[in-house]
């Protein structure tokens, strides 16, 4: 008997995301830091830095998911307002609170502390402070939602102070075959069929193209369950072999 | 008197994404093309592969904005279930179209084609057909809604014939302020009171840091109205010249 699946949400914060200004890559970050925890995310979504924006999507993700990762927002800046939208959305206070007013004024000293920078110690009532090892500013989490910075770097280093505090399920595992000069089309049935034996493992097909003429499908299943994906990896090898090529277990 | 804002939401489905498998790059080039169309990107999700996710996720945003762009899950295999879903969420019937069927037959001839393939031509009611210049696959337009492959290069190409269909409004155009040496907590201030003084902006600030020691604060100002943005970027420039440094516009 597996574990139950735990399956968490992500939230990035940000116009700059929107507009196409930045590049995320925290998603993708968070997904690998939380996988071997035995956390899935099953949903993501990039709001604008737009308060009842914000508000909104936390409570319809931390209502629906075990977890909510939130990435953005919360520098000292007029357009950072993340800490507040969080706020209103579990419907608690929020002000400079002393604990992470002393980790900025340690940081900054008496002379460069400013009005500014004490937003970044603005947290909700009853939320818990997150370390921020590269900049000090902390994130907090309040309930079942963790609000992180967006600069990569510095969300990163939260995530080592997040990750104590997450009760995984199941740890859904991997393993994809790489099948040269095969067509997705020329699978399919077969890889139906693999499904369809195997329900308890999850099985995507995913094309690449190397041109001038390299191209090929890469299988990938997903399962919590070794066995299985065990059984997953040699259909899927044994697939490739049928339309004539050597999969390559990755 | 500019012309109103158009707004759209982009919808990337595919479990490869929230696994941290798969890196998304659409969004960043969707939002870059639509961008000059007069189109601005109000909110992104990504769901997985599960069709009553994707059904939600269509319905809620396509209620909410102008357009709504899908990418993934139009391809051959059974992980591949965008165009159902689709068809649910609209409450119309889903089936092989002879317009469809006719540009695969062309492309794969009498031989290859087959039960798979032939899922590629699953058009919902009432679709309109969008062109597919790499594999020939098409995706289609229902309604308010695009839907478009998730390989990065098929979906850009799709856009090509996407853009035609797209009425758009206001263009809004972003000027950047580079400031090297500068931290954000030193600037918020006269950047609160600049973005009190022209409303009509959108102003963020966004710090960058290239260790060992250089750093500094990308200033950007958003809006569709050139003279507003031509005194926005006077006054990023101002911010930084106060601070004693020379801003550079990128």
Known sequence: MTAPLVRAAVLMIGDELLSGRTQDTNLRTIAEFLAPLGVQIGEARVVTDEPAEISAAVNALRARYA???????????????TADAVAAAFGVNIGVRADARAILEAHYGTT?????????????DGASLIANPVSKAPGFQLGNVFVMAGVPSIMRAMLEDVGKRIEGGAVV??????AKGVREGDLAAPLAALQ???PDVSLGSYPWYQPPDGYGVH??????????????RDGMLAIARDLGVDGEVL
């Open 67 to 81: 977890y909510v990762f939130t990435t953005g927002g919360i520098g000292p800046t007029h357009d950072d307002k």
């Open 112 to 124: 460069e502390i400013n009005e500014a920078r004490l937003r970044m110690a603005r947290i909700p």
């Open 173 to 178: 595992k991997s393993v994809t075959v790489r």
């Open 196 to 198: 369809k034996a195997e």
């Open 219 to 232: 299988l990938v299943a997903r399962s919590a369950d070794e066995a299985v994906l065990a059984r997953a």
